[in-house]
Each structure stands twice: as C-alpha cells, then as structure tokens.
C-alpha cells in the first residue's frame, strides 16, 4: 500500500502521514512511498479510530467518543527499534559559504542558494524540526532564523540594510502575505512524443496544428482549469537545438512531466531532459504515451530502459510514477491530473503576493502595435497595470497584461502565465523582472555596448540572422556553433542577431559586412526586398529550424574542398615504337585492362622496374585524335619527357579522383 493510498483509507493529508512516518524516524520521500509492514502497523495503530468507524458507518449509527480518547498518545519505541531501509543514516555536517544573510521569509531552496548549501541538508533539518517543507514552500522568518542560528550564520536585518545602504530592496515585503498557488508543471520529452497533443487534449484546443512541421518550436505557458485545480503547464521544444528553452522552463517548474512515447521509447533529448531535471532537483513524473498503439510489452521495456536512466518505476520499486496515457484519445490523462495534484498538495505550494512583484521572463518577442512584449511568470508579488519595472538591460511600464486565453488582465497574482507589454527594448529570456518606482527601475539598468565582430580567414562564412523571439535567436545561435564544430572545414560567423522582421538597416549590415541574411519564423518587409535585390544580399527564410541547418550544412559541403588522389584506370603493353620527324617517340600499344585516357598520365614498367612517367599529350586511334581508349582496343600515345620506349614495356594509366 501507498501514501496516498492509506491517506484515502484514513480521510487525512498524505503530508499528514509523512510527517507521523518522520517523528517515529521513517524517512518516506513522498505520496507515491510503498508502505512497508512496520509503518502500516504504526498508521493503523495511530488511526485505528478512524479506520473502524469508516468500516462500521454503514451498520451502526454514529456515536461520537470521548475527547480523551481521541487524543491517545502513540508508543512507538517498540517499531521504532525494528531496522527498516528507510531508516535515517548518520547526519553528514556541512559548512555554509558564508557568514552572514538577510532576515527575509525564503523557500529551502533560497536558503540554500544563499547559503551554498545543499538543498537537501536544509530540508532534512527541518524535518527533524517536524517542519515538513519542500524547496520550493515559503518558509517565515522565525524559521528562517532559526536556520541561520542552527549553521551559526549572522542574519541581518532588512531595516539595518535599508539604513546602511540607503536604499531599497526590490525583493522584501515587509509585511508578507502568504497564499497557495497553483503548481507550474513542465513538460518535456523528445521531439515528435505527444507534448504539446498531451497539452492540447488537457486545453481542449489545437496547439499542436499550429505548430510549423509538427514539432514545438517556442516555450508555451499556459493556465489550464482542471477539476483537480488549477495547473500552469510550460509547454517545451523537444529539438535538440532548443536546450537552452527546456533549462528556463525547469528553473521555474516544480514538477516536471516526462513524455516518452512507448513506440520509441527512451531518446537522446529524452535523456537529455531526465539530467536537466536531476540537476535542478525537480519532481518527475513520467507520461507513457501512445497506449492506444501499444502493447503491455513495451510499458515493461520502457520502464526497463527508465530503470537504466536511473528513474525506477514505483512497481518495480522504485518512487517514480509512471502513468500510461493517450494524449489523442485522453486514455489515462485524468489519472495523470491526479498524480499532479497529491505531488503538489505534497509540496505545499505557497509563496508572498504582497509587496513589489518578481517573475521571471520565459519568453520575448516584438509584436505590431504593441512593441516588445514578454511572457511572464510571478514568482511573488501581484502586478498591475502601470507598474514600473526592470528586466535585465531594459526597463518599462506595464502597458498591458494578457492570459494564455487571449484575455486581458489588470492584475496578476504569482505562479500564472502573463504576457507584459510595456517593455522600452525587447528583454532577454531568462532576465528577472522586478517591479519598483521608476527611478529605482531606472538606476538598476546597466547598459551594454553591442559590437558587430567579423569573420576571420578564407573558410568563415559571415552571416545575419533574424528570428520571432529571443528564445529562438537563442536556439539558432547554439545550433549553427555546433554546426560550425562538426563540420570544422567552415566556420559560420554569426555578424549580428535580431528579433523582428527583416528591415533595410539589415540590408544594409548584410552589404557591408558580407553576410547573407537568415530568418525563422519573420518574413523580409518590401522596401528591404528591393533593396536585397540592389545590394545583391542573399535572404533565405525558413518556418522549421531543422531546414535551416539542413540549408547551411549544403552550403557549407559546396565550400568543402576536394581532395584529389591518382588512380590506375588502365593497362596497356607497348607493341611498337615509332620516330616521326617533327612529332616525336610514338608509342603503339595495345589496351589489355581499363581505359586510356587523354587527360590522364602514364607509368612505363620495364619488368619490375619503374623507367618513367609522364602525362599523355596526345591519345590516337584509327589515325584519329580520341579521348580515351577501352580495353581489346590498339592506339597510339605521346608522353611529356619519355622518349625510351621499348617492345613489351608494361604501360599503366594513371588519372586523378576525388577522395571518397
């Protein structure tokens, strides 16, 4: 039996029950734990009231008990004594990195990250404290202090701060807020598995259809409405050359949902994703997808191959849920939900809506008439319509806030998907975006001097590229560096990048720094056309990455330079020599192997002595001046420099080829 399964049987939180399993000194990682016999032997005793009346509600009125009896202790010394596998090892001792933090409300994984400790040392702590906190639950301030006095920290004020430094930090709220939000769930797998159908079934919408080529090319956020709540989902590319998208929506997410299609199974951008995920410490879950076109055979190979991923099915003993599902038909997709939902109700998602907001930028793009545009997720905070702020190099004014649906917003709590107009330049994805007056959002800006760097040497390939949004100039400048490594004879040398359609300044860039212009997913406007064709600059544009690169690796074959070898195509034996006045030595012969050639040179072989070489100037036969000359055939030739021909010298015909 499970956790979660037993939390049912007893109507309590599965958290509930981890943290009865943890006082007793039990260590169960989550809702999805199987129970051994000690534990359920525990449970049952702690709740048998519980189990009984649920048992005999059906037959007997309900008589409520005593108070007394329902706040009976439980002696546990006697389990406890039992050595079960779960037990806990010897603490292992720490050293933070530093000496000193600010006193503010943090999640474990903040502390953490302040602290350069790891994250797992921080929450254990607190489990032996009874504070069962995941790293993403916002823990108080008390707790907090607590923390640092444990790690013989010095904790510092934020009023102390704001006084030393004169300034304010954007990130205190100095009366915190704390509410539940909805969990964000990335999703991941490789390319052509279901993600973004799996999406599109949950939406009730057709994402997927819209997608150029079938495969998801930018980073979707979405807020869904589920009858298990509501669910952020982060919709992620599965190319390879999109690495950098699928990191970002990790960095956000607290669940990661893994599609691996059972007709393929486990692939390299799968695997790919499974390290990203172990790296940044986030829950997986794993979606076995296409059940209406397999059999129960392959869900037994693609756990096997989980199993060598280090991802151990929960069947096979393992903490990893694995849920079969049709992302087509919907087969298995509400259990999904389910799973989704007792794995957040574990983690206890809350977070601060009070004070200035911080989120974080998945995604930028510029869009006509409403400029540079971002979406965004909160991480704390609320933001509304005419906040200042500042994200990363640039700075704005919220303009505008539009949903997943298309509907515009005037507020935004954290942990829901935002689009934010308002933006003075197009922000970097992955930039902070933190609200503030507009002089702090002013002085926080640093700004950067862009520099146009050209190619060097003959094999070096200048070229511009153009695309719809960062994430995606971010993509192709990671995939065209690749490409350039693999193929090592030609160096593709990025001049310059932009987001936004091609313009006559590009033009004009591309003229004089000798680069062809690259676009993806933009088109050309037609002043810039005209001035293309006058300026004689190349404009190629694709919908799908993959065509591109498929485009520059032709391009960069036509640059590969051919290596020439020599080759025998031909063997002749020399019959006759003649001395013609004015001409020359005439070699008559006759062709036993191969082809003479005229563009070819010959080898003379006296027995197994090489005599001389030479390429042919002249190649007759019949009297008449031919190209080459096949085998059972009699000619005539003259070689530059050999005049010693001799009756039965062995002649070999010698051409160059390109090396294979």
């Known amino acids: 039996m499970r956790v979660y399964e037993f939390a049912k049987k007893v109507d309590v939180a599965s958290k509930e029950l981890i943290q009865v399993l943890a006082d007793a000194g039990y260590e169960v990682k989550n809702h999805m734990a199987v129970l051994t016999d000690n534990e359920i032997a525990l449970l049952e005793k702690k709740y048998k009231k519980t189990t009984e009346s649920r048992n005999q509600v059906e037959q007997q009125p309900f008589v409520p008990e005593p108070q007394e009896q329902e706040m009976q202790e439980v002696e546990v010394p006697e389990v406890a004594e039992v050595e079960s596998p779960y037990k806990k090892k010897p603490p292992v001792e720490y050293t933070p990195g530093v000496e000193e933090i600010v006193l503010v409300p943090m999640t474990p994984g903040d502390f953490a990250d302040r ?9 254990v702590t607190l489990l032996k404290w009874g504070i069962l906190a995941p790293k993403n639950r916002l823990l108080s301030e008390e707790i907090v202090e607590r923390l640092a006095e444990h790690y013989q920290i010095t904790v510092k004020r934020p009023e102390h701060q704001e006084k030393q430094e004169g300034k304010k930090d954007l ?16 999703v991941l797998g490789h390319v052509d598995h279901g993600k973004t159908t799996l999406l599109d079934y949950i939406r009730k919408t057709r994402v997927a259809a819209r ?11 979405y807020s869904v409405q589920t009858k298990h709540g509501n669910i952020v989902f982060l919709d992620t590319p599965g190319h390879e050359a999109f690495t950098k998208i699928r990191t970002r929506g990790l960095k956000v997410a607290d669940i990661a949902i893994l ?15 499974i390290k990203i995920a172990k790296q940044m410490e986030v829950p997986i879950i794993v979606a076995m ?29 393992g903490q990893i849920v694995c849920v079969p599902i049709s992302a087509k038909t919907g087969q298995g997709v509400d259990e999904l939900l389910e799973m989704i939902d007792l794995q957040s109700q574990i983690m206890e998602l809350e977070t601060d809506v009070s004070g200035p907001a911080k989120g974080y930028v998945l995604e930028s793009k510029l869009e006509k008439g409403r400029g540079p545009v971002a979406t965004v997720i909160l991480q704390q905070g609320s933001l509304h319509i005419g906040d200042f702020f500042n994200s990363g190099q640039t700075s704005g004014k919220v303009t505008s806030l539009v949903d997943s649906y298309g509907k515009r917003l005037k507020e935004v709590l954290p942990g ?37 760097k050209m190619a060097r040497g003959e094999k070096s390939i200048n070229i511009c590229i153009k695309a719809d949004s960062n994430s995606s100039i971010e993509a192709l400048e990671d995939a065209i560096r690749k490409l350039s490594k693999k193929i090592k004879h030609v160096d593709f040398h990025i001049v310059a990048s932009g987001v936004g359609d091609i313009s006559e300044r590009d033009i004009m860039l591309a003229s004089h720094t000798g680069s062809a212009i690259i676009g993806l997913h933009i088109k050309a406007e037609p002043n810039a056309q005209l001035l293309a064709q006058k300026e004689h600059v190349s404009i190629q544009l694709f919908d ?27 063997e002749a034996v020399i019959r006759k020599v003649f001395d013609i006045k004015k001409l020359g030595i005439i070699a008559g012969c006759y062709v036993r192997e191969g ?19 030479g390429p042919i100037t002249s190649l007759q036969r019949d009297g008449k001046s031919v190209k080459e000359v096949h085998t059972g055939f009699e000619c005539a030739f003259m070689a530059e420099g050999i005049t010693d021909f001799e009756v039965d010298d062995r002649v070999e015909c010698i051409t160059s080829v390109p090396e294979k």
């Open 115 to 123: 602290t350069v400790l790891p994250v797992q040392e921080v929450i």
């Open 171 to 186: 990130f205190i709220s100095e009366t915190p807020e704390i509410q539940k939000r909805a969990p964000i769930i990335v």
């Open 211 to 221: 997608e150029k080529g079938g495969i998801t090319q930018h980073l979707g956020a």
């Open 259 to 273: 599609v691996v299609a059972l007709d393929d199974g486990v692939m390299p951008q799968t695997i790919e994703a």
């Open 289 to 317: 997808n296409k059940i209406d076109k397999a059999d129960a055979q392959r869900i037994e190979i693609l756990k096997r191959q989980l199993a060598q991923q280090d991802l151990l099915a929960e069947d096979w003993g």
């Open 416 to 452: 829901y998907p935002v689009q934010v107009a308002g933006f003075e330049a197009l922000p970097q994805a992955g930039d902070s975006l933190i609200a503030g007056s507009k002089a702090e959002v002013k002085k926080a800006i640093q700004p950067t001097k862009h520099v146009v």
């Open 544 to 570: 799908i990455i993959y065509k591109l690169l498929e485009t520059l690796q032709e391009t960069a074959d036509k640059q590969k330079e051919v290596k020439m070898i020599d080759k025998k195509v031909g």
């Open 595 to 613: 082809i003479f050639v005229r563009t070819g040179k010959v080898v003379v072989w006296r027995g197994k002595y090489k005599i001389a070489e």
